[in-house]
């Protein structure tokens, strides 16, 4: 089983509707999950962290996470087309900070 | 402006030649980084680094060597490039543990012949 696994893409949704991305990991131990956003050619860019269960807010995006069900989910409200990327779910190994894991990245397309 | 800065951006060498690949930022973060992103694979880490002097192995470390002596530099060396190392190269950092404010250089697109 890999570390991180996320939906296999590629999303597609139309513009205004709500993009969700999923993402689940296998150290029961993990404490900090990320998402990231890479726009293609260029560098990934932080965009949500989350430590604790439930739900975190920033604008338009809302990441939920879930340990008992191993489970990190990146919801994106009132999608534009800008939003259109590959967005990368990472794991920091319980045991050991600073060992991050990726997911193979879903892209997502907004279409006007 | 607060950055982390890959050199060289692009790269082709041969094999056996030894290279650097240096990664240096600005703002006095403890924690840095090196991925590899393959297409189908992802992003998978390299070496880390929590401090000066302090490196640990990521996911696929052969290869590769790493040093910190200064808290901004943080290079990637390849003793003897195969052409199984092509690939682009990110160099990461940010404050303390795990991926908080992290900051990504712009990438080194290496093609090992």
């Known amino acids: 089983q890999k570390e991180v696994e996320q939906n296999s893409g590629p999303l597609s949704v139309p513009e205004g509707a709500i993009a969700s991305l999923n993402c689940t990991y296998s150290?029961?131990?993990?404490?900090?999950f990320f998402w990231y956003r890479q726009y293609s050619g260029k560098s990934p860019e932080l965009i949500m962290f989350?430590?604790?269960?439930g739900d975190k807010e920033d604008g338009r995006f809302t990441a939920q996470l879930n340990k008992a069900s191993q489970y990190v989910s990146l919801l994106i409200r009132d999608s534009q087309p800008s939003d259109s990327a590959t967005y990368l779910c990472?794991?920091?190994?319980?045991?050991?900070?600073?060992?991050?894991?990726f997911g193979r990245g879903t892209q997502l397309t907004v279409w006007p | 402006e607060a950055q982390v800065t890959q050199n060289p951006r692009y790269l082709i060498t041969v094999t056996g030649k030894k290279l650097t690949v240096t990664c240096s930022q600005n703002m006095n973060h403890e924690y840095m980084s090196w991925y590899r992103q393959d297409p189908g694979l992802g992003l998978r880490q390299i070496y880390y680094s929590m401090n000066v002097e302090v490196t640990d192995k990521g996911d696929v470390p052969e290869g590769y060597k790493v040093s910190r002596k200064e808290k901004r530099n943080f290079p990637l060396i390849l003793e003897s490039p195969s052409p199984n190392q092509t690939s682009l190269y990110f160099c990461?950092?940010?404050?303390?543990?795990?991926?908080?404010?992290?900051?990504f250089g712009q990438g080194t697109r290496l093609t090992v012949v």
């Open positions: 150290d029961r131990g993990s404490q900090s």
């Open positions: 990472a794991v920091e190994k319980g045991s050991t900070l600073g060992r991050l894991y």
């Open positions: 989350i430590y604790s269960n």
């Open positions: 990461a950092s940010s404050f303390a543990q795990g991926g908080t404010e992290a900051f």
